[in-house]
Structure formats: C-alpha cells, structure tokens
C-alpha cells in the first residue's frame, strides 16, 4: 500500500488527539492484574495494544469491548499459563511487560513475534528477573526472542542498566507489586526515557499501588501490594499528536487538539517547545494545545535522550527548516521497530536533503525534494516522512503500518485540509 501525499498550503480545524499508546498498554496490563472490575475508557486499539489485550486474554483474564470503552475483570494476579506460543507480533512494549508479569503465571509462558521483534535486545531484563528468583531466558541465547519465562516470582533485589530501554524498568515494577516480596531496583548508569516510567508510576498509582523512588541514587522500591479495578480514561497522546504538532508548524496552521494534557507526564510533551523554538506559535491550556504556523521554521539543536520517539518527527522538521538541525543523545533509537537513525538518514537522503548519521543522533541541512521513499515497516517513519510530503510531495511505499498506533491518520489529515491519498 502506497501513501501519496500531495503538496498543500494549509491546514486548520479543531481535533482530538488519538488516544495514548503507552497509557493504553500500561492500563490493560494494570487492570488485567488487579482485584475487582475496571472499565477502560476511550482506549487506543492499535495493532500494538491489541497485543497486550490478546495476551491478557490468553493469560486468564476477561477483556470485552463495550463501545468505545474496555471492561476488564481483573485476575487479582493469578494468571494462567498460556495454552501456546504468544505472539506479540512487532509490539515491543507487550513483549517486555508481559515478560516479567508472566513470571506471574504457573509453568511456563514463550514470547515470540515478528522478525523485527525477534531482534530486540532483552537480556538485561533476563538478567534483573534471574536476580529476582524468575527462571528467564532466550532460547537461542543470545538475548533475544524467543523468550521463555518459568512461573513463580520471588522478588528481592536486582539491578539494570538504565540506558537500554525504559521498558524493562517498568516491566520489573508493574510485576514486582505482585511478586512474594516486593522488589528493590538500581538503575544502573544513565537513564534514559524517564518520563515512560513516571508514566508507568502513575498508571499503578491510580490502580492503588505505591512505587517509592529514590531521584539521587536512581532506585525503586516496590513493596507487595494489590492492585484495585477502577474506571481509567486514557489520556491523549503526544507521540501521534506530534505528526499533527508539526504539520501545524510545517503549513501555515491554524489547529487546535483536545485531549492533551499541560500537567501530562509523556516525555513527548517536548514536542511542543521543539515547536515553538523552531517558529510555531504554542499555545498550551489545561486540556488542549492550540498551533498557528507560518509554514517558515528554523533549525534548532535538541537532545531527545527522554523523547526517543520524536526522532523521525524532528528530523522531518528540520529537513524544510532553514539552517541546521542537530539531533543528539537518541542512541537508544537503534533499538526501536527499526534503526532509526539510520532509516531516517537513508529516506532523508533520498529527498536530496543534506544529512550526517551520527552515534546518538543526526545533523540535517534543510532542503527535500520531491520523490518517493520506503517505510522500512515502521509506523512513525510514515507520519514522519508525511510531513515532508506536506511541502514538497511524495509517494511513500509500504505505508500502512501507520495504523500501529495512528489507525486513521491519512483520513485525519485530509479531514484538516491536507492531501493525502492511500493507493493499493
């Protein structure tokens, strides 16, 4: 399937922001795991979330649609073991949660998905939930999926490395509460990603589960806890609303989305000084963001070391910006659905801008072409590489894998005065 993304001037209109991917996730694994009922209201259902609802489901736990809302009888964490492989297909986020909280379940439970998937580095996690009394590991042993988990998590102490995934952090934590005696956690070294921590905390928070911390020395403490069904509305999200962000930016924009929140712990949040800095007009209220662009940005320098999921976005921003724009601490980007800064780079290159791969990020000379580029499967390099369509026109092969977590991106944009077309 082919995105063909015509040139366009404006776009304008007032719109709600998709749901949050990663709220989303962490609250049906959350309230599969809890005592009582909970009803989810206005959850993102993506291919990736629809992972995490299928393995809870696979697990033990009642999961039903209701309208727009999820009604989840929660297992009070005594899960069943699954009667076959899991497969999580291309969703990271379900395969390291679900790894520690099928520590959980009797016996044993196997992880697998698709071969982007299966080349996801996870033998950190292993190693934190070995020292937590998990019998964990790779079956090809070279820490990746296939993943077999053993049943029976004693908790204690453990320690990872922080400056792989933050995944693996909340995983251990969203489990822990549940294990036989809680768990104490050092993060070792950096820490990237932080604030898809914070989230998951305060996911568990209103699920009636405490997570102390310790800022100084980057350590957690989880004492055993139960967690409580409540009724949970998912917030918007600043991941997807960034394509939205950056078209305003891009175009002469007029846009306003609901549904996100100033108070919002998403460390995508930052998108919206990227913005602003670049030469967007910002206007934030408490549950809603208004954007007026000029279609003009400059160049600016950002580190995204806590917001990995902007790379493409930015980049693609700073490909029409005038000036340069330096993208750095965003080496954990390499470990998403693809290298990202590498495919970045390489689509970039193809638009004729002026690009330079960097370690932990990227330098970009604005200046794109028309053309037409790949997706390399992965659903934030379509809206990305969309956005430069907006100005210049392209064809984008391979692209819908957008519906990953933007299920009806190209009809969004076209509904707000752009052009975008899905062709085969």
């Not at 911390?213 to 980057?218: G, I, L, S, T, V």
């Not at 208004?290 to 700073?318: F, W």
Request: hydrophobic share 35%.
């Amino acid at each position: 399937m082919k995105l063909i993304v015509g040139k366009s001037q404006n776009i304008a209109g007032k719109i709600k922001a998709p749901p949050s991917k990663s709220y989303t996730h962490r609250a049906i694994i959350i309230s599969a795991l809890a005592t009582g009922n909970s009803i989810l209201k206005y959850p993102l259902k993506s291919e990736d979330t629809v992972a995490s609802l299928e393995s809870c489901r696979l697990m033990g736990c009642s999961i039903r649609e209701h309208g727009k809302h999820w009604l989840v009888e929660g297992s009070s964490g005594k899960l069943k073991t699954p009667s076959d492989v899991l497969d999580v297909k291309n969703s990271g986020t379900t395969l390291r949660m679900m790894t520690s909280v099928a520590a959980l379940a009797p016996n044993y439970t196997v992880f697998t998905g698709d071969d982007s998937l299966r080349n996801r580095p996870m033998q950190d996690l292993l190693d934190a939930l070995q020292g937590l009394g998990v019998d964990a590991y790779s079956t090809r042993s070279n820490g990746k999926p296939p993943i077999v988990v053993g049943g029976g998590f004693n908790g204690g102490s453990t320690s990872i490395r922080g400056n792989v995934s933050s995944q693996f952090i909340s995983s251990l934590l969203i489990a822990g509460a549940l294990s036989q005696e809680g768990i104490s956690l050092k993060v070792e070294g950096d820490f990237i990603s932080r604030p898809y921590v914070d989230m998951t905390r305060d996911v568990m928070n209103k699920f009636g589960v405490k997570v102390e911390y310790d800022e100084n020395d980057n350590y957690f403490q989880v004492d055993p806890q139960t967690y409580q069904g409540t009724d949970y509305t998912i917030e918007g999200d600043y991941s997807s609303a960034s394509y939205l962000i950056a078209a305003a930016s891009i175009l002469e924009g007029d846009l306003t989305i609901q549904n996100l929140f100033k108070e919002s712990k998403q460390g995508d949040k930052l998108i919206l000084d990227i913005a602003q800095e670049m030469g967007a007009s910002i206007k934030v209220r408490n549950d809603e963001v208004k954007v007026e662009g000029s279609g003009e940005l400059q160049g600016i320098d950002v580190n995204l070391n806590h917001a990995p999921d902007l790379l493409p976005t930015v980049a693609a921003l700073g490909a029409v910006a005038r000036g340069r724009t330096t993208i750095s601490g965003v080496e954990h980007a390499r470990l998403k659905e693809t290298d990202r800064i590498s495919t970045c780079t390489q689509e970039l290159s193809r638009l004729g801008v002026e690009v330079q791969e960097k370690k932990d990020g990227m330098v970009i000379k604005g200046g794109a072409h028309p053309g037409v580029v790949k997706s390399h499967g992965d659903h934030r390099l379509v809206m990305a590489l969309s956005l430069l369509g907006l100005k210049v026109g392209i064809t984008i092969e391979n692209a819908g894998v957008y519906d990953v977590s933007f299920p009806d991106f190209p009809q969004t944009m076209s509904r707000l005065g752009t052009s975008m077309k899905l062709e085969g």
